[in-house]
């Protein structure tokens, strides 16, 4: 039976570990220069880029690109149910999801949500990369219609991606920030620091994942907490109206972010 201790121990020794890549900054400045962020200007290096867009942004954007590359060029066994390529555009949808509500709710610091976005499930990529049969299994699960954190559960011993996530996150000397978004989206009530942050990222993580199951022909099986909207001053027919412009506006980035 796979165990807490042993999940961890074989995602230790696939090497899994960030290299750096001289090829960061400008894949970073194209980036930022498309047409995805509207910038209104030119960025022209990552100096002028932290000013512009804060020091957290970049350096999540960074820990994206970083996390994508490794984890796909990992000399692993891929798995066959579960698609990767396919599941960026839950994590661009959550993105884009995060946005739209930062936007609803008139808040500035839109880019640095987005980023969030982009690696709330980094727990995925691992276990993609150092456990894809209990992936491909949990992904089975999730088609059948069982819910992915139960299915999660249960292939692993108790173990959900947001806790693979956030140890690796440790591991790696990511900010308590990015750290406490990967482990708490799916229980922002369990943290207690910036609560506001991670409802946005629940009900984003929430929007993103019915897109999803969609993709995967799947009855949404999430259902949203309304004490999350009730406290975010949001209905509904606004979780309604950003799931229904998700699918344009992933068609319209995914060809920068999905490799």
């Known amino acids: 039976m796979l165990t807490k201790e042993t999940l961890y121990q074989r995602v230790e020794t696939s090497n899994a570990l960030p290299e750096e890549d001289s090829e960061l900054s400008n894949l970073l400045l194209r980036h930022l220069n498309s047409n995805i962020f509207l910038l209104y200007r030119n960025i022209s290096d990552i100096k002028e880029a932290v000013t512009y867009l804060g020091i957290e942004s970049i350096r999540n954007l960074l820990i994206f690109f970083i996390a994508q590359k490794f984890f796909q060029a990992a000399d692993t066994e891929k798995a066959t149910v579960f698609h990767m390529r396919q599941y960026w555009k839950h994590v661009l949808a959550t993105s884009i999801a995060t946005d739209m509500i930062c936007s609803r709710l008139g808040i500035e610091d839109r880019y640095r949500m987005f980023s969030y976005g982009l690696n709330h499930d980094i727990g995925i990529l691992v276990m993609n990369a150092c456990l894809p049969k209990e992936l491909d299994e949990i992904t089975s699960k999730v088609k059948s219609g069982i819910p992915q954190i ?110």
Request: glycine share 8%; net charge negative; proline share 3%.
């Open 150 to 259: 139960v299915a999660e559960k249960t292939v692993l011993g108790g173990v959900t991606h947001s806790h693979i996530g956030a140890w690796i996150c440790q591991r790696w000397n990511f900010s308590p920030e990015i750290t406490r978004v990967v482990e708490l989206h799916h229980t922002p009530y369990l943290g207690t620091v910036d609560l506001k942050t991670l409802e946005i990222m629940y009900l984003a993580d929430l929007i993103g994942t019915q897109y999803y199951e969609r993709l995967l022909n799947v009855n949404s099986s999430m259902q949203v907490n309304h004490k999350v909207l009730g406290s975010l001053g949001l209905t509904l027919d606004d979780q309604k109206e950003i799931g229904i412009a998700l699918p344009n506006e992933v068609a319209r980035i995914a060809k920068y972010f999905i490799l």
